[in-house]
């Protein structure tokens, strides 16, 4: 069964700074999907970024970029220059390919502190 | 703006007594979940619709239902609410399932007194 684990219930940042959250899974599958998505106090799941199994290159978007090692079933989520308005709980989540079950982690609260 | 928008933002029901939320989409996506998401928990998914398909975990409560009738809403329904069900419930769509990203809304917060 696939399971999704992140070892960080809270987490906080210096404003400017950078943090990484950690995420690891559990799977069978070659061919899968992962992704971070940022829930703020009181709004909405947003999609930060989203990894391929089969790509080598980690995926970056603006601030965000991750450190996806296959081999260690590892998908750590770097946020570099914090903002205050990055502070939210951060969820991170696994699909295998052809599947709809999105499995979810069960979040770091990330804090900046200005 | 496109977006997908659940109603209401928080319901208070009794034990017992049958509550519906909704959830609408103007993303005409082909795929409508609906998730659990309990305290300091993971989301947890309930069920979803690929279109009209209806696909039910194996692990939701017989308590829990869902209805679709047309590709711009969804509904749950749980017909005897326990106080274990008291949760924030997430609806997402996504364009077609599988690795497509989710669109979530905001969310019902789910009381049962």
């Known amino acids: 069964a696939q399971t999704v684990t992140q070892s960080q219930p809270e987490m906080s940042v210096q404003e400017a700074e950078t943090v990484t959250l950690s995420c690891t899974y559990d799977?069978?599958?070659?061919?899968?999907?992962l992704f971070w998505y940022k829930q703020p106090p009181s709004r909405q799941m947003i999609l930060v970024i989203r990894?391929?199994?089969?790509?080598?290159q980690n995926a970056t978007e603006n601030r965000f970029s991750v450190n996806f090692q296959k081999a260690a079933k590892s998908f750590s989520l770097k946020i570099s220059d914090s903002q205050l308005g990055d502070a939210a709980m951060y969820f991170c989540?696994?699909?295998?390919?052809?599947?709809?079950?999105?499995?979810f982690g069960t979040g770091t609260r990330l804090t900046v502190i200005p | 703006d496109a977006m997908v928008i659940q109603n209401p933002r928080y319901q208070v029901t009794q034990f017992g007594k049958p509550v519906t939320l909704s959830c609408s989409q103007t993303?005409?996506?082909?795929?409508m979940y609906w998730y659990q998401q309990k305290s300091s928990q993971a989301p947890k998914l309930l069920f979803h619709?690929?279109?009209?398909?209806?696909?039910n975990e194996a692990d939701t409560p017989d308590n829990f239902q869902s209805r679709r009738p047309n590709t711009s809403f969804c509904f749950l329904d749980i017909r005897s609410p326990g106080l274990g069900d008291a949760a924030m419930y997430l609806c997402?769509?996504?364009?077609?399932?599988?690795?497509?990203?989710?669109?979530f809304g905001n969310g019902t917060r789910l009381t049962v007194t």
């Open positions: 993303l005409n996506h082909n795929v």
């Open positions: 619709y690929y279109d009209k398909d209806f696909n």
């Open positions: 997402a769509t996504s364009r077609d399932g599988r690795n497509s990203p989710l669109h």
């Open positions: 799977t069978s599958e070659s061919d899968y999907y």
């Open positions: 990894q391929e199994a089969y790509k080598q």
């Open positions: 989540a696994y699909i295998a390919s052809g599947a709809n079950n999105l499995f």
